[in-house]
Every structure is written in C-alpha cells, then in structure tokens.
C-alpha cells in the first residue's frame, strides 16, 4: 500500500476513536479502539501475534507474551493498522467477522508505517522535538521516555520525517 495511503488511514484511525498521544500504558490503544486484547504464550516465537475481526469495529488481539513489554504498544498498533487497513472494519457483516486476520509479510510492513503514524503523529512528534531541543541537538532517549516508546522506534521516525541524519553520531536535525 502506499505510504500516503496509510498515513490517510491513520488519521481517520485516529479521528474516529479519538486517539490522542503519548500512552500511558500498551493496553489503552486497544481499549480506545473499542478492541479487546490478551497475551499468549501459545503464539510461535518468530510471530508478534494474530488479531480477529467482529461484528462493527470490534476486534480480538492475541498478542504473543515474549515480546518485551517496550515493544508491546508498537507491536499492538501495527497489529490494529493491518485490521483496518485490510479487513472490512467498519461493516456491521464482513467476509472477515470471527476470522484471523491472514497476516503477510506486505501487511505488517504496512502496519509498521501505520503503527509509526499512529503513536507518533508528526505534527506532535516535531513540535515535541523543538520543545526538547538543545541547540542543534537532542537526546532521543528523553524523547522516548516522554513518548514511553523504545528509542529504536523513535529514531525510524526521526529518519521518516527526515529530522535527522541517520549515520551521525551525533545526531543534527535537518528541520531547523
């Protein structure tokens, strides 16, 4: 899917379950989304988890207990951007009600990106980043701490948005 599709999506996403940032804790995304969520141990070890389509835009994900618990919100809002992106959310009656949702590689890719949009929407991503900046720099990982998201997550968004120059060790931005 194109990325500007999916930066579309999110934000009506966003828009229709009043989805505001940071989180508190990996859980809330799914409870603002009407979702239901719980953790197995059951799930194989290569995979974050499956999620289930219902009636309306409810959903069950199952999320697979080993992953860190940082990665837990990431690993959750990617798994909700590939049942809206690609089930019939919004239909009362769908092909995909009570099934798992058959997940590709193509799909959580696209999920991922959604997953970038959604917990760090750029236009509170870089207004936090000025907030944060010290001359020409800054530290990522206070900027994770305030989003509770792994550093990792929040240099792809970084990168994404091009704010900074990935090989530089110490990190300039480029929006300034």
Same mark, same amino acid.
């Given at each position: 899917?194109?990325?500007?599709?999916?930066?579309?999506?999110?934000?009506?996403?966003?828009?229709?379950?009043?989805?505001?940032?940071?989180?508190?804790? *990996?859980?809330?995304?799914?409870?603002?989304? %009407?979702?239901?969520?719980?953790?197995?141990?059951?799930?194989? $070890?290569? +995979? /974050? !988890?499956?999620?289930?389509?219902?009636?309306?835009? *409810?959903?069950?994900?199952?999320?697979?207990? %080993?992953?860190?618990?940082s990665?837990?919100i990431?690993?959750? $809002?990617? +798994? /909700? !951007?590939c049942?809206y992106?690609?089930?019939?959310?919004d239909?009362?009656?769908?092909?995909?009600?009570?099934?798992?949702?058959?997940?590709?590689?193509?799909?959580? $890719?696209?999920?991922?990106?959604?997953?970038?949009?959604?917990?760090?929407p750029?236009?509170?991503?870089?207004?936090?980043?000025?907030?944060?900046?010290?001359?020409d720099?800054?530290?990522? $990982?206070?900027?994770?701490?305030?989003?509770?998201?792994?550093?990792?997550?929040?240099?792809?968004r970084?990168?994404?948005?091009?704010l900074?120059?990935?090989?530089?060790?110490?990190?300039?931005?480029?929006?300034?």
């Amino acid at each position: 899917m194109e990325r500007k599709k999916i930066i579309q999506m999110c934000e009506e996403y966003r828009s229709k379950h009043d989805i505001v940032v940071p989180f508190e804790e *990996s859980y809330e995304l799914v409870y603002m989304a %009407k979702g239901h969520i719980r953790e197995s141990n059951r799930i194989k $070890a290569d +995979l /974050i !988890g499956n999620v289930k389509k219902y009636k309306g835009d *409810s959903f069950w994900i199952t999320l697979n207990s %080993k992953i860190p618990e940082s990665f837990k919100i990431i690993a959750i $809002a990617t +798994l /909700i !951007g590939c049942i809206y992106m690609y089930s019939d959310y919004d239909k009362t009656e769908s092909k995909t009600s009570g099934r798992s949702l058959k997940l590709t590689d193509e799909m959580l $890719a696209d999920g991922h990106i959604f997953a970038k949009e959604l917990l760090l929407p750029d236009y509170v991503f870089i207004n936090t980043i000025m907030d944060m900046l010290d001359g020409d720099k800054i530290d990522l $990982a206070d900027v994770a701490k305030y989003f509770n998201l792994p550093v990792q997550f929040v240099k792809e968004r970084a990168i994404d948005l091009q704010l900074i120059q990935a090989d530089d060790k110490n990190i300039k931005w480029e929006y300034i």
